[in-house]
Nanobody, 124 residues
Framework: QVQLVESGGGLVQPGGSLRLSCSAS????????IGWFRQVPGKEREGVLC????????YDAHFVKGRFTISGDNAKNTVYLQMHSLKAEDTAVYYCAAGAGPCSDFSSMPWYYWGQGTQVTVSS
């Protein structure tokens, strides 16, 4: 069993940066693919980025365009989502998840564990 806790959300101005954290307990994240998702009320959840710590595969959604990156700290069992050049349309609740499979199967692979989400608001 893996418990995931996101943090780092908040209010940021357009063009600004934010780093979200996804801290895990119960198991090392080395065996999983880590995905970041986001959801706006009334809309379906969408995938943002994926990185597999087991096979090194990665995926990023079309709207990322190099603005967001995933990194990790093995010692802290934590994965980060670094976001730059934020836009108003990036406003959402962001979730991290741990799943099994290569990131090329991002949309269809099983995501076994989810965090509670953290709100990101991009506004002036």
């Amino acid at each position: 069993q893996v418990q995931l806790v996101e943090s780092g959300g908040g209010l940021v101005q357009p063009g600004g940066s934010l780093r979200l954290s996804c801290s895990a307990s119960g198991s090392t994240l080395d065996y999983y693919a880590i995905g970041w998702f986001r959801q706006v009320p009334g809309k379906e959840r969408e995938g943002v980025l994926c990185k597999s710590l087991s096979d090194g595969s990665a995926y990023d959604a079309h709207f990322v365009k190099g603005r967001f990156t995933i990194s990790g700290d093995n010692a802290k069992n934590t994965v980060y989502l670094q976001m730059h050049s934020l836009k108003a349309e990036d406003t959402a609740v962001y979730y991290c998840a741990a799943g099994a499979g290569p990131c090329s199967d991002f949309s269809s692979m099983p995501w076994y564990y989810w965090g509670q989400g953290t709100q990101v608001t991009v506004s002036s």
